[in-house]
């Protein structure tokens, strides 16, 4: 141990983190002693060199002695009592809008470029007086509004627009550092992106949340307030678009290059009002106020062609993707369809007005509603227009992209530089349409063609269910899209050559392997024999699935590849979701926790670390904060349903819900005659008999398809039971049945949170994966479902005792019988310790279902796709560590009056300097910043005795500079509890 003199007084300790090297433990203090102080420096598995330590604010009189070394106490709170997050953030937008960071340069001695660079050198600053500045200014010059009374709805888009503005850097920063390296590129297409709101995602991601709801206090807006006056981006329906757009997140976390492609509805599928009992479908007109995180590229459009002749314009719209503590930004492409012709003037000038605008007309419904009703000709060939639409013009732009990085190259180094994920069989048809492209537009031979497709294509399956597994009439094909029929009907022919070297004449396997199934006017084109003949991998989304995919649904195929000695085509990768969106954002009470006892909040990039929950399992204290963040998380719930239904709920009841899409194999008739049954019970019962029920508060939520006629009954059936029970004065306090309506990403990261059980009771070996199980059981919650999808591998990861699994395995089906677990909830739940424990191990046990670790493994497994991150900007940070200061000096065990965390880092430049305050800073006199240099040397840097300014990024005004030598002492990191 050594020390360094310097005046002043105070203590830190905390993690210090380097950038790929790992973090260690770091306990610093100041100690007294006449009139001199000493500085006392402990670290633990640092990097040797260029090490940031923590630093000391010396608030106290500079003359009073403190014994040493002080272990600070282990529950550390800011004034007014809100607990210490250690934050361990090493990309970060406040960061970046330091002054002395420059932009990427244009990398060319053009004076007019260099000029531009001049002017615009910096990132956007992210103070609270330029956020404040941008927020107004966009409110004036951008929506041209009074810029002194506004709305809370222009305020929510003047923030958006001001916090795309830092999205919009980054995102061309990213554009250009990928556009440098040319690595290999991901595309993900899918019919459905069920993104969410963005603006917290945003903020969260890019590290701006706190500056920003300060910012926008001091001017009279809650940012929690204009939170709520964004629509949810109605681009999907159910799982298969959350899923989406979770990877997307994942992509750009993990610094994939990596994009999304789809359609830009100008209509979600719906928006779902009840009206007595009823499913009513109202357009879901989420696009009437604008959607300010889009960026409409008028520049970017490829004509598409319909019935041989007619054109259509596929227009971009990009959606920037923000990656978690990264600086890179990928993005989201949507396509919107406009006319080729806008108008026919002859006709118009006759005064046939439906006839000029016909061609728009039939142009702007390919985009404009989600999903329309199938059960009509019209219908499906919109459907099949859609599809088309959007993979023609992504398909066009891929190979844009390909040809302009590298003038010349080669085609054959096409699979080397592009990896095409189909997202179920909606854009199966770009297996044909790549090969129209490659043969027609850049004059490749079949054979060439054929070769890259299948190199380049990989095709997820998410279902088992036979009307989920796509086919389209061979007249309706050869109608709207007759040259991709053509292709079609020549790759089966080709394939079927091969089949029978591999079978020879068994018409059997024939015709199971064909991609053209029947005869004369009711053949059919099958959409997943094209996407698995057409790609290099095939993937289920469960272990389960990935068995059942290969064993029920596509055996003939997995027989063909082995007699052809490829036996890995098949293969399983489980789903999973964004612990950012679903556990971070949408419950920071359960967040602050876990925070709280890992001891920094690295799980959220790492949800791995979940696992050291475990040691707290019997940690009374942590229980109790457990079970009060689920308490807070009901509170939340019961107060929605009171505001938007006018229903009471007792947030002491369990909380039983079921949210997800309306189908029979989802079960939730079997469901809602539970909930009958129970009330039968009840009713049975006498009042004392009832008294001794555990209350219970059932949720039930979801679409149902328009034209679904069975499901739109259960949701009838759901709402009259409800409306039974509910009024029912005898039982109506012991069991609640509330059908939730319009349920989406936005009211799911309300309900979620609050969940006491969840019910995924598909049948077993129909639900492909699942994701809403996992979320979850993220948040808090116990399973209580069948042994199918993704519970399989729940229950491996948290404990067969910490979820409720009943019914048949897949193998049992046929001859089951089922038998709920009502009984055996209601007596755990009863026991509230141990049913906070068994939530903890859920939680606990659930970091293998981060979309990071998904997304690695397609990345590794599928794609051949390697990380391409940013590279730090001049002047960035390299090292990094969060200190704790206190203003006095305590013996061990005793509680701090006051605890201000600040960060330090260590530049590129050899400075530290403070970044920036977690806490407050009131009555501070000093700061001191330390670093550890090779060879046990310490320095103070940044030291200022009397803190004049405190800037915005983090300076302070003075500097001066004394020198020392202290020795390595290596201690214990002490535990956040205890």
Request: charged share 25%.
């Amino acid at each position: 141990m050594g020390y360094m003199g310097v005046p002043g007084g105070g203590g830190a300790r905390g993690w210090g983190c380097s950038r790929g090297q790992g973090c260690g433990w770091v306990e610093a203090w100041i100690s007294g002693g006449g009139g001199l102080q000493a500085l006392q420096v402990q670290a633990m598995g640092m990097r040797a060199a260029a090490v940031v330590a923590l630093a000391a604010l010396a608030c106290a009189d500079a003359g009073r002695l403190s014994p040493a070394p002080t272990r600070f106490s282990s529950n550390l709170r800011l004034r007014g009592g809100e607990e210490i997050p250690m934050m361990t953030r090493s990309a970060s937008q406040q960061d970046l809008s330091n002054p002395s960071i420059k932009r990427p340069g244009p990398g060319t001695k053009d004076p007019v470029k260099e000029k531009i660079w001049s002017i615009s050198s910096t990132y956007k600053p992210a103070d609270k007086t330029s956020i404040q500045k941008s927020v107004v200014h966009h409110a004036e010059h951008t929506l041209a509004t009074d810029r002194y009374n506004f709305d809370e709805h222009t305020a929510y888009q003047s923030v958006a627009l001001s916090v795309r503005d830092y999205l919009v850097e980054s995102l061309r920063d990213t554009k250009a550092h990928y556009l440098k390296q040319d690595p290999k590129r991901v595309y993900y297409l899918s019919l459905e992106f069920l993104m969410g709101r963005s603006l917290l995602n945003s903020l969260m991601n890019l590290d701006l949340q706190k500056p920003y709801k300060e910012a926008l206090e001091e001017i009279g807006f809650k940012l929690e307030d204009l939170v709520e006056q964004e629509k949810d981006a109605a681009l999907g329906n159910g799982g298969l678009g959350r899923l989406a757009a979770c990877f997307l997140d994942s992509m750009a976390t993990l610094n994939l290059p990596a994009w999304g492609y789809g359609i830009r509805y100008e209509h979600g599928m719906f928006e779902q009002r009840i009206k007595d009992g009823i499913q009513v479908e109202y357009p879901d007109t989420w696009l009437t106020k604008g959607n300010p995180w889009e960026i409409q590229r008028l520049d970017v459009k490829y004509a598409v062609n319909f019935y041989g002749s007619e054109k259509v314009m596929a227009v971009a719209y990009d959606v920037p993707i923000p990656g978690y503590d990264t600086l890179n930004t990928n993005s989201l492409r949507l396509w919107s369809a406009m006319p080729d012709q806008d108008i026919d003037l002859s006709k118009f000038n006759e005064g046939d007005y439906n006839a000029a605008l016909a061609a728009r007309q039939r142009a702007l419904e390919i985009t404009q509603v989600l999903y329309p009703n199938d059960n009509n000709y019209a219908g499906k060939e919109l459907r099949l227009k859609q599809q088309y639409f959007f993979v023609s013009a992504t398909l066009q732009d891929v190979l844009q992209t390909f040809v302009a990085a590298k003038p010349g190259r080669s085609w054959e180094e096409l699979p080397e530089k592009v990896a095409i994920q189909l997202n179920d069989t909606h854009p199966s048809i770009g297996v044909a349409e790549l090969m129209r492209l490659l043969m027609d537009n850049f004059k490749l031979g079949w054979t060439l063609a054929w070769s890259i497709v299948c190199k380049v294509f990989a095709y997820t399956n998410h279902t088992v269910l036979p009307e989920a597994l796509e086919k389209w009439p061979v007249t309706l094909m050869q109608n709207l899209l007759p040259r991709i029929t053509e292709i079609i009907f020549e790759i089966n022919r080709r394939w079927i050559n091969e089949v029978r070297e591999v079978f020879g004449d068994d018409g059997d396997m024939i015709s199971k392997l064909s991609v053209i199934e029947g005869d004369g006017e009711h053949k059919m084109i099958r959409m997943a024999h094209l996407a698995i003949i057409g790609s290099q991998k095939v993937n289920g989304v469960a272990a389960i699935h990935a068995e059942i995919v290969k064993s029920d649904v596509f055996p003939q195929f997995v027989e063909y590849y082995k007699r052809k000695g490829i036996n890995d085509k098949f293969i399983g990768i489980t789903n999973g979701v964004t612990c950012r969106r679903w556990m971070a954002q949408c419950n920071p009470a359960l967040s602050t926790v876990i925070t709280k006892c890992l001891g920094s909040d690295k799980w959220v990039r790492d949800l791995s670390l979940l696992d050291g929950l475990k040691k707290y399992a019997n940690d009374d204290k942590v229980l109790d904060e457990v079970m009060a963040a689920k308490l807070e998380n009901k509170k939340r719930l019961a107060a929605y349903v009171k505001e938007h239904l006018d229903v009471d709920v007792d947030v002491n009841s369990l909380f039983d819900i079921q949210v997800k899409r309306i189908h029979e194999y989802k079960r939730q008739l079997l469901n809602v005659l539970g909930i009958i049954h129970r009330y039968s019970e009840l009713k049975k019962m006498s009042p004392s008999q009832r008294q001794n029920v555990q209350p219970r508060t059932c949720f039930i939520g979801g679409k149902a398809a328009a034209g679904y006629f069975i499901a739109k009954k259960i949701i009838a059936l759901a709402n009259a039971v409800g409306r039974v029970i509910n009024s029912d004065p005898e039982t109506s306090q012991y069991l609640k049945l509330v059908f939730i309506p319009n349920y989406k990403v936005g009211n799911a990261q309300i309900i979620i949170p609050a969940n006491d059980i969840s019910e995924h009771i598909s049948t077993a070996g129909t639900e492909a994966s699942g994701t809403s199980n996992m979320k979850f059981v993220m948040n808090g919650g116990i399973i209580i479902g069948t042994d199918d999808g993704a519970n399989i591998e729940i229950k491996e990861n948290v404990g067969e005792e910490n979820i409720f699994i009943f019914g048949a395995k897949c193998h049992e089906i046929a001859d089951a019988t089922r038998r709920m677990k009502e009984e055996k909830v209601d007596a755990a739940y009863k026991d509230k310790k141990s049913w906070a424990r068994k939530c903890l191990n859920a939680v606990s046990g659930m970091g293998f279902f981060s979309t990071d670790r998904t997304i690695e493994e397609y990345a590794n497994t599928i794609w051949n796709c390697k990380p391409c991150p940013r590279p730090d900007p001049p002047g960035r940070i390299e090292d990094e560590g969060i200190a704790r200061v206190s203003d006095d000096h305590v013996g061990e065990g005793e509680e701090l009056s006051h605890v201000w965390p600040v960060l330090l880092r260590v530049k590129d430049d050899g400075n530290a300097s403070l970044v920036r305050q977690l806490g407050e800073l009131d009555g501070c006199e000093g700061v001191a910043a330390v670093k550890m240099e090779e060879g046990n040397s310490v320095e103070t840097v940044g030291r200022n005795l009397v803190l004049e300014q405190f800037f915005p990024d983090g300076r302070v005004n003075a500097r001066a500079r004394v020198g020392g030598v202290v020795n390595d002492d290596v201690g214990e990191r002490p535990e956040p509890y205890g």
